[in-house]
């Protein structure tokens, strides 16, 4: 099916664990994006990626690391989590590779707890 | 810096009264603004966007927004609110040369009571 997906949808670690979140999408967006979302922030932003092997930081992208080798993938690895860490990850994408969509597309989200 | 301000933590309003949910943003061009809405356990479901052209924006389940440029606001609205409308509403803005990242507000919840 079309869409965006997210996995796991929910997942507990320990504290120094790597962990990594997927996130696949079938737009063929060129645009893919990781949020959190906490109590009190809203969501923001952490990577982001405007292609295949081209990605940026957001504004809290410290301990995570993104890669990007397919266009329709845009996994997040938590490299050694923290309790800080513990939030609700968002997967988003936009912008087709034609035309002039603006708004984003979200995943179901995933709920990490770190232990 | 683009920003954004929701400055109502909680709305609630009695189900077929008017419904307002307010954002106020801050960017150094032109914006292009939009409402997202969150159901729980849920992503983000796009509403509208503002990108240019009319000022008054129709978009899903019967909302709408309308740009105010002098008062930098770009304020949700539902004439008659239904319980279903219950959920966590964020604004977000683009400025156009700032490459395609949004900036969230901290989000408004929205009770709509029976």
């Known amino acids: 099916d079309a869409g965006i997906t997210q996995s796991p949808r929910y997942k507990i670690t320990e504290t120094g664990r790597q962990v990594t979140l997927m996130c696949h999408q079938t737009?063929?967006?060129?645009?893919m994006f990781w949020y959190r979302q906490d109590l009190g922030h809203g969501l923001r932003l952490i990577y982001y990626s405007a292609a295949a092997d081209i990605t940026d930081k957001g504004e809290v992208s410290d301990g995570y690391v993104v890669s990007r080798s397919k266009t329709e993938n845009f996994p997040l690895t938590l490299e050694s989590a923290t309790r800080s860490q513990t939030s609700v990850y968002f997967c988003?994408?936009?912008?087709?590779?034609?035309?002039?969509?603006?708004?984003?597309?979200f995943g179901p989200g995933t709920r990490l707890t770190v232990l | 810096a683009q920003s954004v301000a929701q400055p109502e933590d909680q709305v609630n309003v009695a189900e077929g009264n008017p419904l307002t949910v307010k954002c106020t943003y801050s960017?150094?061009?032109?914006?292009?603004l939009f409402w997202y809405v969150q159901y729980p356990n849920r992503g983000l479901q796009f509403l509208l966007k503002y990108i240019t052209g009319d000022n008054l924006v129709k978009g899903s389940y019967g909302f709408e927004a309308e740009f105010n440029k002098s008062q930098t606001s770009f304020h949700l609205k539902k004439p008659s609110a239904l319980v279903s409308d219950s959920a966590l509403y964020f604004c977000a803005v683009r400025d156009p040369a700032n490459d395609y990242k949004l900036s969230f507000g901290a989000g408004t919840t929205v009770t709509v009571r029976a």
């Open positions: 988003a994408s936009g912008f087709p590779l034609q035309g002039a969509a603006h708004e984003q597309f």
């Open positions: 737009w063929s967006h060129s645009y």
């Open positions: 960017v150094s061009g032109n914006p292009y």
